[in-house]
Structure formats: C-alpha cells, structure tokens
C-alpha cells in the first residue's frame, strides 16, 4: 500500500527555517518524481518544488527559489524540503506527492501526481 506522510510544520517567526519531511511506505521514492505543495484556504493548490527520479533534476516555483531546497534521503526513503528565510506568504498546509509513473521527470503541475499525503501545515507570523 502507497502510503506518504508529511511531517516538520509549525508555528515559526518570518525570517526563520524549518525542515518538512516526505516519508514513503510501499514503494521506493528513488523510482519516482515528487511534489511538495502548497495550499492556502480559497486559493488552489500550489505547486512548490519537485524532484526528478533518475537524475535527481529539480524545480522551483518562482517565490520560492534560493530558500527552499528539495532533497532526496534514499537510505531513509524520504524528500525533504529545507526552508529557509521564511515568509509569511509562504503559510498553508504543505503536501508531498508522487509521479505512479516509475522514472519520471518532475514537473510544476498537481495533475501530474498520483498519491498525496495528508499534508502538514506551516505558519509563518511574528
């Protein structure tokens, strides 16, 4: 059984870091591209970063790009995403995904992911 669970939100002062995990159970997360996402109540879902399979190539929305870094932990079958200089537009509840497609390239687009965590909120305020 597929299952990802999100892990390492909070409450945390702009300016500030925090590390959220991407654990995966019944399936190797080396295989295949993973999202994180972002949402925020009335607005859609938005895709924050993601990182390919084989080549571990990765991606960035825009308003994102040199604070977050997407890494991948193949020993602990997990992704992570370090987060730093956080604003308080980044707050919402982040979700990890993956591609059911083995060895795919990662993509910007929440249509593209097959199975969803049940997400772990980050709230940035003073």
């Known amino acids: 059984q597929v299952q990802l669970v999100e892990s390492g939100g909070g409450l945390v002062q702009p300016g500030g870091s925090l590390r959220l995990s991407c654990a995966a159970s019944g399936f190797s997360l080396d295989d295949h591209a993973i999202g994180w996402f972002r949402q925020v109540p009335g607005k859609e879902r938005e895709a924050i970063s993601c990182?390919?399979?084989?080549?571990?190539?990765?991606d960035y929305e825009e308003s994102v790009k040199g604070r977050f870094t997407i890494t991948k932990n193949s020993a602990k079958n997990t992704v992570d995403l370090q987060m730093s200089s956080l604003k308080p537009e980044d707050t919402g509840v982040y979700y990890c995904a993956a591609d059911a497609l083995r060895f795919s390239l990662c993509v910007l687009r929440s249509g593209r992911y097959d199975f969803w965590g049940q997400g772990t909120q980050v709230t940035v305020s003073s």
């Open positions: 990182i390919s399979s084989r080549d571990g190539r990765t």
